[in-house]
């Protein structure tokens, strides 16, 4: 059994994810019925139709009211008031009848309703009956059986015991009746009509019915009852081949079923199933051994009809009154085997797949459980499809999907749950989902995916074998014969369909002689004349099924040479190489026995004491562990570890053990998927385990009240949570202070710990651990405030002391025992016993009572109140003539207050009236202002541009692959000089360009750098763009290795949230998708989307300058970022300025250039609008930089020099403002020169202002500094509301916006009915993945594509020009940019804006256009998804023709190196990865040739 071990480790892992749906019901379940289209399920008040995906179709109410007539009761609509509840015991669909019969116990009578199976509220018949029990919860069936001539009867077997009520509406005889089923037999639907003579009846006091069926001719019934020698399980056999119920009455026999293969009965049928198709036939019952759901076993048994005894001769049950009581007992039909022991079993379901037989099976403590038989009936290991989290009952009836057999329906105590048979998809390869050992989940050939065997049609398929004898899914064993010829044989353990391979090849890495050919399942290698060395030889088989291959490596050893004392470690080494094993020594297979079950009957030679276990605490736990058990017992010295293992010994889990003393030992009970009772054993050296201690796992603790829910915020308080299976618990800690584990007192009913501090008033969650998990209480703890203790008065009587302490009104509740009160005297404290307490109808003010016994005096200094951790010193009242002066003075001081007060208050509203109007003006005149702009806007700003400056390609992409990285973008590029020369590579270069051409190695060298702690997102995107320059020359297979390596991060996506997918540059793949991109859409970027991307970001710089624009914070007043609006500037004025320039070097002066600017521009602004109107008029750059320049205004024949600071210059503290226009009084029209500062060195050597480190803390434009100097004229600010330009926003907007439409739909047009040919490609490639992942929420396919393209090409565009043009981007255009590309992004968004008055602008600016926007956008899709595909001749052509285009414009042997130094910093990781994944040997040493090169190039340059 230890060979299933290793595979139930992969079993274990998907345990629990088979949730499957769930549908919630109304009250508790009583019937559920299944058929191909529906599931029918009645509750205490309801009657539900759902759909086999458990949606709901009608829910009906079985309330009503009784009627005096039959029918005896009549049930009224939802919603109508009834006065008694139908309680349905018989729910039977009659499908080829098209009818739903069902019958329920209502006033003591039985109600049957023939109902439509279409529309349960149509009720075809209804009458009082006698089908059924009276009671409710009684151990009663009923069943559709045929008899002869195709007679349609109703078998219904009532529990009869001292409980049983009486049918107080209908005669009933017997415990089992056949009922008609339609008018057209004899005496009408419902009627059992035998007679007194023909009755099935019970001898015996108690007999309840399990279960029952019809298979063939035979009827078969199952019940518990009470026999002359105690409790038993009966089988009844009915044969039905007779038309006429009393012959088929009469043909009754019976027998015994015994629990176990001893003698004696005993035991109760809990529930039951048929295996269909078995011959003889086959059934399994779940037993209850002892009576009790703790001990509970599968049984197999054999319940073929017997003939040993005459018919109507039964000792239990009688039809006809024979009078004989003295007869035989009946025959005794025993177990053929037991399947599995588990605990808590309270359902079982039979199921025939192939040769194998699947069991799934319920408990009573909310668990299925999925059991797999082989043909031989032996068990593997139990996996559990489903586990709750608390105890609910899974009930005895469970059915399967009838239309695909892929879900299981199981009723539980008030929800219907659909569970998945299997969960093959999480299986990704050959080899797992072989392993997972499930004969229901295939590898398909076609698809390459591990899916349900009708999943694969029209294919090819590999599937588990036919036992479970193997663990590996290839072995090899090595033979000798006489003559010293070894043979090799290699056999592949595994089902094929539907047919054998018949190209079936092995290839042997030795030479092997002459020998059988391969025959699927096995390759024969024969070896003549070796010597093997003592560490044996190794050797690799390649074996080819389909297209599929596989490696094996083994060590070929010398068998007998494998010696030493015999252990079970020598006898698995033996094994493991293939060889025999006898019971002491290693020989050759086809000598010895090569089962490793032997190895597990070996004794140890080693001499230990043999341990023993008393007792394990604690012994129950949750299924999620304990972390600290202490096991006693005595001889645990050598104990090393601790084994956990429940029935069939499958998935056995360990943990290592500490503080062993010899005579107890700490150890961690491990988490387990499986709920129930399982063994302890001690492990010592040897492997061996001794011991056999029980624990059970039982379900999750909760936490489910709180007393008392809040605290004091100084803690110490005590609090106990309440909840079941609380002390499973192992630790309370609070949601504020998590990093503190509270000092608790644990019980089976409740956790009682100190609440700790907390700094504010807060809600805190509880969390509560167990083992490695945390859960949360269903309420927090609250905090409040701590109590405020006012005064307290004392008075004498007798020689006691009495003290009154009056706490201000509070939430907390303190009760008297959490109050401890001191009285001090003389520096002596007295205890006061809090004895009662008592609340102020007025203030709700407490007053706790207190009494000191024998006190000599009540004179206090103080007491001392003691809350928690909370200590309060209360002191005695102040004198009251003090209090009272006090209130006399403070009125006069009030009145003096007022006085001044009012005296001031004129002066200064007589100064703000007159502020506030001068404000109100500004506002108006603002606002007015805007209004005027925003209805006099226009779009007619300048489209025509002379010549567009497009950056080539490989600046375009070296910019897009390194944008943060000046040093790679030049190593990667080659210089002008060398486009188009064919460079060759050096040796080591080559030798890995070759090895990144092997994609096998590529996918596992980029999976393993990004499993690295330490590889960044900067790491990941710097080798996408590596790998993208390299890979430039064959970007063919550049695409097949993007392909491949998005599939994979899909598949990590599906698990978690698919709709993630691609939104982050979190990964390789996704930058390498975007520098995909960028190769293939510059053709479709250059040739129509480049040319209306460069006019709107002409448009928007001409838009900007048209108003002021500060100099040292870039911000301007036309813009359409909130963030860069210039609101605070002052008044301005346009002016027309007539430049001249200079020709020649004899001073002659050029044709004047009229240039606008405004009268708040500085020098530098005013030089840069001359250079820029200057390239526009001409086409071409002025040839002095502006840097070089220098202006003069001209005065008749003087001339003044203006530059950004002079001496004229105004300055507010240590601040300086820029020099304008308007500080110059440049008139309109002013003429101006433009010089050479070279030629003018000798009026100014001043630089550039802005090469001051320090400029924006020097100087100013346009925006006031914040200093505290008064000003000489205060009133020269004038107040600024950001409000009142926001017109500016959307004036900026009106003037550009003809531009963004006409880009946004140059970008998702199709030009000439066609998306670019890379866009159409990658579409169809993610619409294939979806469909391939079972993927059908349209919204996540439009969300993956809005990731690929848009956002990872189009906004980095958008925001980015100067990675297409020649230009410089200033940070007022980059806030224009973005929030042009917020507005695309959104035009691409499913979700709709909810616009508000906290709604940012740059969401708002754009909110009426999105929404026709985002039509645009799906049509966009759609037709783009409607297009034809593209051959993969043509995408393949148009990738050599982009590749051929730029050929020899990347460094390419740059790129290499730079990627070796990746590949050198993670050469180990890469082996590891590389053997893991079974790489062929040959591509190892590729990677060790290609490292041998690099270490030897001693004079390559690395920086």
Known sequence: MLLLCALCALWSTVAHRTAG????????????????????????????????????????????????????????????????????????????????????????????????????????????????????????????????????????????????????????????????????????????????????????????????????????????????????????????????????????RGAFLNTSSSAGFGGKLLASSVIAGTTPLRWTGVFSVDGTRLN??????????????????????????????????????????TLLKQSHMSSVLALTHRVWKLFFIGTANGQLIKLVVDKNYQPACPKVLYRADDDGEVFPKLYVDEVNHKHIYA????????????????????????????????????????????????????????????????????????????????????????????????????LCGPGPAPSYPQCICVLHDIRLPAQGVNMTVKMRMWNEERLENFSLRNCSEIRGLPSPALCRECIAAGCGWSSDSCSWANEKSTNKSICQKMESHMNYVKPEISSVSPNVVSFYGKNHVLLKGRNLSHVTRVRVHADLDCSPLESPVWNNTGESLTFRIPSSDNKGVVQVCAVLPDNSCHGNVKITYGSLPSCTDIKPSSSWLSGGRTITLFGSNIDFFDEV???????????????????????????????????????????????????????????????????????????????????????SVWAVVDGQKYPCLVNSSKTNKFSNNTDFICQIKNTPSTNFEYLMIQVGDSSVILKPKLDLMLILLVLLLIPCIVIAVVIVYKKKQNQLTNRMNSLMENLEMDIRNDIRQGFIELQTENDDLLENVSTIPFLDYKHFASRIFFPESEALMKSCVNDIHQDGVIVQLDECCQSLSKLIR????????????????????????????????????????????????????????????PKLLLRRTESTVEKLLTNWMSICLYGFLREGVGQQLFLLVSALSQQISKGPVDCVTEKALYTLSEDWLLWQAQDFKPLKLKVLFAVGSDGEMSEPLEVAVLTCDT???????????????????????????????????????????????????????????????????????????????????????????????KYFHLIDPDIVEDLKNPEKKKLKLKEVHLTKLLSTKVAVHSYVEKLFRCIWGLQYNRAPLAVKHFFDFLD???????????????????????LRFWVNILKNPQFVFDLEKSPNLDGCLSVIAQAFMDSFSLSDTQLGKHTPTNKLLYAKEIPKYKQEVKVYYKQVQDQPSIPNSEFTAFLQKESKKHENEFNEAGALKELYKFIQRYFSEIQEKLEENGAPAELKEKLHHVKKLFDELKSCSWN
């Open 296 to 337: 509970t076993e599968l049984l197999l048994f054999d319940i073929s009809p017997r003939y040993t005894s005459p018919p109507d001769m039964d000792k239990h049950f009688k039809v006809k009154d024979n009078n004989k009581d003295n007869l035989p007992e009946p025959e005794t039909v025993r177990p053929q085997k």
């Open 1163 to 1257: 020098v530098d602004q005013v030089k840069d609008k001359i250079l820029t109107t200057f390239r526009t008029k001409f086409g071409f750059p002025y040839n002095i930089p502006l840097r070089e320049l220098c202006i003069e205004y001209v005065r008749g024949t003087a001339s003044l020099h203006l530059e950004e600071v002079d001496l004229s210059s105004e300055r507010l503290g240590d601040v300086t403002m820029l020099n304008t226009m308007k500080h110059y009084k440049i008139p309109d029209g002013a003429t101006i020169k433009v010089l050479s500062r070279k030629t003018r060195a000798s009026l100014s050597n001043q630089l550039s202002v802005k090469d001051d480190q320090d400029f924006s803390g």
């Open 411 to 510: 009723a539980f105590t008030n929800q219907i749950m659909q569970i998945a048979v299997s969960n093959c998809s999480i299986y990704t390869t050959l080899h797992d989902c072989w392993s997972a050992q499930d004969p229901q989940c295939v590898w398909c050939h076609s698809t390459k995916r591990c899916t349900f065997e009708s999943d694969c049609q029209n294919s090819s398929w590999v599937s588990i074998s036919e036992d479970f004898q193997e663990e590996e899914m290839v072995s090899f064993k090595a033979e000798r014969n006489a003559s010293g010829q070894i043979t090799i044989r290699v056999q592949m353990h595994m089902s094929v369909g539907p047919s054998k391979p018949k190209n079936f090849a092995c290839h042997f890495t030795r």
């Open 733 to 819: 800690v609070h949601s504020h202070s998590p990093l503190k584990t509270l000092a608790a007192r644990f019980s089976k009913q409740n956790i009682s710990y100190t609440s700790p501090g907390a700094k504010n008033p807060l809600s805190s969650i509880v969390f509560l651990k167990v083992a490695n998990h945390t859960l949360s209480c269903s309420r927090p703890v609250t905090y409040l405030p701590d109590p405020v203790f006012t005064t307290y008065t004392s008075t004498k009587i007798g020689g006691d002391a009495t003290i009154i302490i009056t706490k201000k009104a509070d939430n907390l509740d303190i009760q008297l025992k959490e109050l």
């Open 998 to 1057: 092997d994609q096998f190695f590529l996918t596992s060298m980029v999976h393993t750098m990004e499993e690295q702690k330490n590889f960044s997102i900067k790491d990941k995107c710097v080798l996408a763009s590596l790998l993208t320059v390299a890979l430039h020359s064959d970007l063919t297979y550049l695409t097949e290795v993007m392909e491949v390596l998005l599939k994979d991060l899909m598949q990590q996506s599906s698990h978690t949230q």
């Open 21 to 252: 749906k769930a549908f919630s019901l109304d009250g508790d379940t009583r019937k559920l019925a299944v058929t191909r289209e529906a599931v029918y399920v009645s509750t205490e008040k309801s009657l539900y139709h759902l759909r086999s995906d458990l949606s709901l179709v009608r829910r009906v109410s079985l309330r009503g009211w009784p009627l005096s007539s039959d029918p005896k009761f009549v049930r009224v609509p939802d919603g109508t008031a009834g006065n008694t509840t139908l309680k349905v015991n018989v729910l039977l669909p009659f499908t080829s009848n098209n009818t739903l019969v069902m019958c329920g116990a209502v006033d003591q009578c039985v109600h049957c309703e023939v109902l439509s199976l279409q529309d349960v509220s149509t009720v075809i018949h209804a009458e009082s009956a006698a089908l059924g029990p009276v009671s409710t919860h009684t151990e009663s069936v009923a069943f559709l059986v045929t008899g002869g001539e195709n007679n349609k009867y109703i078998l219904a077997a009532t529990e009869k015991s001292p409980r049983s009520m009486k049918n107080q509406c209908s005669i009933q005889e017997g415990i089992i009746n056949l009922f008609n089923t339609n008018n057209r037999q004899i005496g009408d639907i419902f009627s059992f009509n035998l007679g007194k003579d023909f009755a099935l009846r019970s001898k015996t006091d108690y007999v309840g019915f399990v279960d029952g069926f019809q298979v063939d001719s035979f009827i078969y019934v199952f019940s518990n009852l009470n026999s002359s020698t105690g409790k038993a399980v009966r089988l009844i056999w009915l044969n039905a081949q007779d038309s006429s119920r009393e012959a088929i009455l009469e043909s009754l």
């Open 1328 to 1350: 294939a993945q979806a469909e391939d992942m079972k993927i059908t929420d349209p919204d996540i396919l439009h969300i993956w594509k809005t990731n690929s393209l848009p």
